[in-house]
């Protein structure tokens, strides 16, 4: 898949594994600047990180990844997120 240039939270990471190196986006980071995600439910950090991987300023906005980051203030937000599946994950 082909993800977003921009970075606008500077949690962009390679990511190296033997001789494999993978992009990822660190939500430790995210966290420094939006405050504590560590409460966040994990269907809601896998959403979050989606929003980072497809972050374009159209249809994925900062102020989208605000919001989900911001949802434990409230538990309820009227924003509505735009999501790109990119993979799944299912347990047996």
Do not use: C
């Amino acid at each position: 898949a082909k993800y977003s240039n921009i970075n606008s939270f500077n949690t962009l990471e390679t990511l190296t594994v033997g001789s494999e190196h993978y992009q990822i986006f660190n939500l430790s980071k995210l966290q420094v600047q939006l405050g504590d995600l560590s409460r966040l439910p994990k269907t809601l950090k896998v959403l979050l990180e989606n929003l980072l991987r497809f972050e374009d300023q159209l249809m994925v906005k900062t102020e989208h990844i605000h919001a989900l980051a911001g949802w434990l203030n409230d538990r309820t937000s009227e924003q509505e997120i735009q999501y790109r599946a990119a993979r799944v994950l299912m347990q047996d």
